[in-house]
């Protein structure tokens, strides 16, 4: 038997894969090391390292556009250098015969590999995929028992050639039309092919309110003393009238009687929602604790691969395979651990549980097998509380009372509507009796009755009063990263033509599970938008002025619509499933990037008042200043020993080739011994210096910035 290396995404992963190999050896017919990476440890390279392409050390206006390599460079990202050290020279020390895949199962874990494998030219060696939903032990064994060839297996192979071609797509537009945009506007615009689409949608949400003007119109309503109330209305809805004047001189046209005309008494089932999948718990995750979209993915995280309660996170499916179905029982049970949930558990029966394994929307081996995930259920392990955080537990709980939920009843409502005539003009009313609470006595829902007397057609009725209600328009409810989530996601509810709504309901929006709370923190962080705190637990999110220019500039521009965003996602879906092929692909993202970059060459645009690396050189933006003035805006000092720790920020303004503002910061840190403490001018016997410059905008895209570091509390 030769040696085979199984490559684990993360060690927490690696542990699990370990244990359960260990366990069950005899079952599994490789002898396998093991070794873990912690994401991705290479990357394509950054533009600068093309120097036989005339990239590095120019400034951005200096650059030929478009930037497209032939053979695309892979380089090691900075702080995983003795990662890869290790793990190349474990390769080469033990021959291996066979490497198994065990990144997350997903486009991103198949990109992590291919990026390795080529860095380290290892695509000689043969390499299985491990393909793991959740990290029980029997769900483990399965993936090792049903391991397929990552190069040659149809779903691997094109999945691999779907995530080279987005990651490549990603670099070009990051690369090309950043630079392209910002030297026309003569300011830094970080363009990227969702990033960009989700910001003008907060821009027009932004937009829309602030332009908001109220409108107020005037309804009809009629008190009957049998003790319901009705409102006028027609094909259209409810009548309004534009002034109050109209409405009470109508009131002069009805009687003091009605009869009616039509009664309609319903049932109304309304079974439990869906299991989760990531986007909806983001959604809850924000709504019910103002968790932002990142956080929500971490908490998630943690219970996945910290706790193992939880299955996959970064899952883009709302159902169950029918294996993990006939397993319901042992996955219920840790639920009625938490408070409050063990009683209805306890009574959910066999005959409960096969009313679920029929039921397509919670049990579909099509809609898994698609998706590559199922939905977010439990594992089976019981929980312990005591380890979990509070965040955490809020999470679980929310997990856990969805899958609970499709199990319980129904939730059973009587609805009736009642249509009296008055003078031969209509009024509606409407009410409802909650027959079964069903599922939702999960959930702190308000289920108020409205009972309706019992009258049949042809009763009159007798009028108490007419009166005049008031309707004042409100402005569309202001985005949070919950809400923006689930736009992201069904963005086809925005879109009027039906063949592009279409589109986008099958590219499933813009953005990925795993990407959206990334991106929408990536904006955020920018100063393109800003979250602040409303009424609810959710911060709305806020176009800033540096958000609206960066908008404006690019309105004209297909990368700004999340209608051609769904395409090229659309496009990438047909990779995958082998329905376009790859250089097709690629032909057309080359020709989309020129087009774009020409069109912006023609096209006006206003700067958004961030100076940008346009001006800038390839390694060293801050080049270009001309002048630049100090200015101390805090110290600090604190004695401890023989020394005294002086702390500075300093603003940093500068005169520049663009333009004059403020650029960054210079933090200085600066122990002194006492004897020198007012010499500031003499650098002699300083103990210790620490500099931390962040300069805003001046480096390109393809150089990491600096993040601005806090100082330590005990400073």
């Not at 699990?16 to 260990?22: E, G, I, N, R, V």
């Not at 908490?299 to 993990?324: A, F, I, M, W």
């Not at 089976?380 to 709980?397: F, H, Q, R, V, W």
């Amino acid at each position: 038997m030769g040696k085979t290396l199984l490559i684990a995404e993360k060690p927490s992963l690696m542990r699990d894969l370990q244990a359960t190999y260990q366990q069950h050896k005899n079952e599994i017919p490789y002898d396998i090391d093991f070794t873990a990476l912690a994401g991705h440890i290479c990357c394509y390279s950054q533009p600068f390292c093309y120097p036989e392409k005339g990239w590095d050390n120019k400034k951005w206006d200096q650059i030929s556009l478009p930037m497209i390599p032939e053979k695309w460079k892979i380089e090691i990202i900075k702080d995983r250098n003795q990662m890869y050290s290790d793990l190349e020279k474990k390769i080469q020390n033990n021959k291996y015969d066979t490497i198994i895949v065990a990144t997350d199962a997903d486009r991103e874990g198949n990109l992590i590999y291919y990026l390795l494998e080529q860095k380290m030219n290892l695509s000689s060696i043969k390499s299985l995929r491990l393909w793991v939903h959740d990290l029980t032990d029997k769900a483990i064994l399965n993936s090792y028992k049903s391991m397929k060839d990552f190069h040659t297996t149809p779903q691997h192979k094109n999945l691999t050639s779907a995530s080279i071609l987005r990651s490549r797509f990603d670099w070009l537009i990051g690369m090309n039309i950043t630079i392209a945009a910002s030297v026309k506007s003569k300011s830094l615009m970080k363009v990227g092919r969702v990033k960009t689409p989700t910001l003008k949608l907060v821009y027009d949400n932004s937009m829309a309110i602030e332009n908001f003007k109220p409108e107020t119109s005037y309804l009809v309503d009629a008190y009957y003393k049998q003790g319901f109330v009705g409102t006028m209305f027609d094909n259209d809805g409810d009548i309004e009238f534009k002034t109050e004047k109209l409405a009470n001189d109508f009131l002069n046209n009805l009687g003091k009687t009605a009869t009616i005309s039509e009664v309609d008494k319903k049932t109304f089932k309304t079974a439990a929602p869906a299991l989760y999948k990531l986007s909806d718990l983001q959604v809850d995750g924000n709504k019910y604790f103002g968790y932002s979209a990142d956080k929500v993915l971490s908490l998630t995280q943690s219970l996945y691969e910290t706790h193992k309660l939880v299955s996959y996170p970064r899952c883009d499916c709302r159902c169950v395979s029918s294996v993990l179905a006939s397993d319901f029982g042992n996955l219920l049970k840790p639920v009625g651990v938490l408070n409050g949930l063990a009683s209805y558990v306890n009574k959910i029966s066999e005959k409960e549980m096969a009313l679920v394994r029929v039921n397509k929307k919670y049990v579909n081996d099509d809609e898994v097998n698609k998706n590559s995930h199922t939905a977010l259920i439990p594992t089976g392990k019981m929980p312990d509380l005591a380890k979990l955080s509070s965040d955490e537990l809020n999470i679980l709980t929310l997990i856990y009372k969805r899958f609970l939920a499709v199990f319980l009843p129904n939730l059973v409502e009587d609805k009736t509507v009642i249509i009296t005539k008055n003078n031969n003009h209509l009024f509606k009313s409407t009410g409802k009796i909650v027959k079964d609470p069903g599922f939702t006595v999960l959930y702190d829902v308000k289920l108020e009755d409205n009972v309706l007397p019992d009258v049949k057609k042809g009763d009159v009725v007798n009028v108490d009063k007419f009166s005049v209600e008031t309707r004042t328009t409100a402005p569309e409810t202001r985005l949070t990263q919950g809400t923006l989530i689930a736009l992201m996601e069904n963005i086809q509810k925005r879109i009027k033509d039906n063949k592009l709504k279409d589109v986008m309901k099958e590219s499933k929006g813009i953005g990925t599970q795993a990407t959206r709370g990334a991106i929408i923190t990536s904006l955020i962080k920018d100063e393109y938008m800003e979250a602040k705190k409303g009424k609810g637990k959710a911060e709305g999110l806020y176009i800033t002025e540096k958000g609206k220019a960066y908008v404006e500039n690019l309105n004209n521009f297909s990368i700004i619509s999340p209608e051609y965003t769904a395409e090229w996602e659309t496009k990438l879906k047909a990779i995958e499933s082998g329905e376009m092929d790859q250089h097709d692909f690629n032909n057309q993202m080359k020709a989309y990037i020129s087009q774009t970059i020409d069109e912006i060459s023609k096209h006006a645009m206003k700067s958004s008042g961030s100076q940008g690396g346009n001006s800038g050189s390839g390694r060293q933006g801050s080049k270009n200043m001309k002048s630049i003035m100090l200015k101390i805006t805090r110290t600090y000092s604190q004695s401890s020993g023989n020394f005294t720790t002086f702390l500075l920020d300093i603003s940093l303004r500068s005169s520049l080739a663009t333009g004059t503002g403020r650029v960054g910061r210079i933090r200085l840190k600066m122990t002194f011994a006492p004897q020198l403490m007012p010499a500031w001018s003499m650098p002699a016997r300083i103990k210790q210096l620490n500099l931390w410059l962040n300069f805003r905008g001046f480096s390109p895209p393809w150089r990491s910035l600096p993040q601005r570091r806090s100082p330590p509390h005990q400073w």
